[in-house]
């Protein structure tokens, strides 16, 4: 089983960077898919990006897409989302989660995701 921490949220002006970090211990880090996801207060969780460790096949949603970037340092056993150009709407407390698959086919979908971390807040003013 594995278990995952984020790091790396905080309040950020439209137009920042910022990158968060997700570190992952006990499983075969290299067997899973990692996804990051976001919930906004009253809104659903929602699909952010993902990438499968091995083979690195990465998938974006489209109102993130050619700002945030999704990479992997193997050694570390980490997952980061660099997070360009941000926006007030990119508002939300950011989850990282992963499942443990042979596929690269990306999964968007919460509910197929098995592992999740406890989150950290992304607050993006104007």
């Known amino acids: 089983q594995v278990q995952l921490v984020e790091s790396g949220g905080g309040l950020a002006q439209a137009g920042d960077s910022l990158r968060l970090a997700c570190s992952a211990t006990?499983?075969?880090?290299?067997?899973?898919?990692v996804g990051w996801f976001r919930q906004a207060p009253g809104k659903e969780r929602e699909f952010v990006a993902a990438i499968k460790v091995r083979g690195q096949s990465t998938g974006y949603s489209d109102s993130v897409k050619g700002r945030f970037t999704i990479s992997t340092d193997n050694a570390k056993n980490a997952v980061y989302l660099q997070m360009n150009n941000l926006k007030p709407e990119d508002t939300a407390a950011y989850y990282c989660?992963?499942?443990?698959?042979?596929?690269?086919?990306?999964?968007?979908?919460?509910?197929?995701?098995?592992?999740w971390g406890q989150g950290t807040q992304v607050t993006v003013s104007s």
């Open positions: 006990g499983g075969a880090f290299s067997l899973y898919m």
């Open positions: 989660s992963a499942r443990m698959t042979f596929s690269s086919t990306i999964r968007i979908a919460a509910s197929e995701y098995n592992y």
